[in-house]
């Protein structure tokens, strides 16, 4: 059922233009994807949404956008170059690499061979991606694409410090492209070579108490994100970190997981971190990374909690958590839809005329679409009968759909279907606005 599960999402995200695989065309790059129209717009809106309540709606949190392409001492600085590996072995009958730790990916490719399964050693694996910078071959400079986005932060920590009024406690936030050399991606889009991430760093005094608390603070701040978004609670958990399962530079740390159709899986973590980053950078750099308190003198080398999100991740599970099938439509073919929440479906309404062959209709239409897309990202769709519209449109997630009929023409006002309930209702066309804007709070 979760493999056939899976398979729908695929087939959705494909025939939607959520989701579709790298490079197709030339037959694909393993753990690469592309985001088309409607996919695009979900996970612009779930950037959006994220950066209002972390960036614009705080005082305390500012927001940066550092370079891909970093001087290979801040990696080595990080830890990233020594410790940013995973076990690998490789099956001597077929070659194929996995993860040493992945034993039910292991066990499930040896049940795939006939003969019996030998394996190499395990072997370290820098998950760090190279690249080469320079004009002339033979001449140029190895760096690495960053395999997360922490590090532009942490590298820029004295000067937002210098060019901006923040104080202790403080955050500097961050989306952007991480690249990881992934031995097996799989699931989806779920483990990939190339991904998004959100995040923030939050400064604090260097204090086991002021840890503790702004520790469990982000915890519950962003798992009330994510329920805000309309996830399902039952499907949503916390799992902390065991102390032989941490990251080399964490003091704590928690995932947020989703119960996925593969099992839990984590695609949020919060990360206690201590003075690992500062204090691995003021070390390699020579340059003063302290904090100086500007009121009693202080100085001090901040402490870090970490919030860190992947898009890519959190736009496969709000759509696996969104997919709906309704049998009970009285068609008797049943209805998929979407129930993404109106504040980050991809489109918030779409707007029909009743009949594509009668120019009075398509006018009135046509002038109700081009206001309302002034405020809101909307839709337009004259094709086929006005079923398969509705059908189209629930499965990409559109709450509203805004059909304008002949009495349009006489009472100046269209219908309104809901998406979940595919009740309608009239609303007068000087209203739609307004209307729009309380259901998509």
Not at 354 to 363: I, Q, S, Y
Request: aromatic content about 12%.
């Amino acid at each position: 059922m979760a493999d056939d599960l899976m398979s729908k999402i695929v087939a959705l995200c494909k025939r939607r233009g959520f989701i579709y695989p790298g490079s197709e065309i030339y037959g694909g790059l393993g753990g690469t994807w592309d985001y088309g129209p409607t996919g695009a717009l979900l996970k612009k809106n779930l950037k959006d949404l994220w950066w209002k309540e972390m960036v614009q709606l705080r005082d305390d949190i500012v927001g940066v956008d550092a370079a891909i392409m970093m001087n290979p001492k801040a990696w080595v600085a990080s830890g990233h170059v020594e410790a940013f590996s995973d076990p690998l072995i490789e099956c001597k009958v077929c070659n194929q690499r996995f993860r040493a730790d992945k034993i039910d990916e292991i066990e499930e490719h040896a049940a795939s061979h006939k003969e019996k399964v030998e394996w190499t050693e395990p072997q370290q694996f820098n998950l760090l991606v190279k690249a080469y910078l320079g004009v002339l071959e033979g001449k140029q400079s190895e760096i690495y694409l960053r395999g997360e986005i922490t590090n532009g932060v942490h590298v820029n920590f004295k000067n937002v410090l210098d060019s901006t009024r923040v104080r202790i406690p403080f955050g500097i936030a961050q989306i952007g492209k991480a690249f990881r050399n992934e031995i097996t991606p799989g699931n989806f889009t779920f483990r990939s070579r190339e991904f998004e991430q959100m995040e923030v760093q939050f400064y604090i005094r260097p204090e086991v108490e002021e840890g503790n608390k702004w520790f469990e603070y982000w915890k519950q701040n962003r798992m009330d994100f994510y329920l805000s978004l309309g996830m399902k609670k039952e499907n949503l958990r916390f799992r902390d970190h065991a102390e032989g399962e941490r990251a080399h530079y964490a003091k704590a740390a928690c995932d947020i997981e989703y119960n996925a159709p593969f099992g839990w899986s984590e695609f949020m973590g919060i990360h206690h971190r201590g003075d690992w980053d500062l204090s691995r950078h003021m070390e390699h750099s020579g340059q003063d990374m302290k904090f100086r308190d500007p009121e009693t003198g202080e100085e001090f080398i901040p402490w870090d909690i970490e919030t860190s999100a992947g898009v890519d991740r959190s736009t496969l599970f709000l759509l696996i958590d969104a997919y709906t099938e309704d049998p009970s439509t009285g068609s008797g073919q049943g209805r998929i839809y979407l129930k993404l929440s109106p504040k980050i479906a991809p489109y918030k309404a779409a707007v029909f005329p009743l009949l594509a062959n009668k120019p009075e209709l398509v006018e009135k239409a046509k002038g109700i679409y081009d206001d309302l897309k002034q405020n809101f990202m909307v839709a337009w769709d004259a094709r086929g009968n006005i079923g398969k519209r509705y059908a189209a449109q629930d499965e990409i997630g559109t709450p509203f759909c805004i059909t304008v009929d002949f009495d349009s023409l006489e009472d100046e006002a269209v219908t309104v279907r809901d998406r979940d309930s595919a009740k309608q209702e009239r609303v007068k066309i000087v209203d739609l606005r307004a209307y729009l804007n309380d259901k998509i709070k």
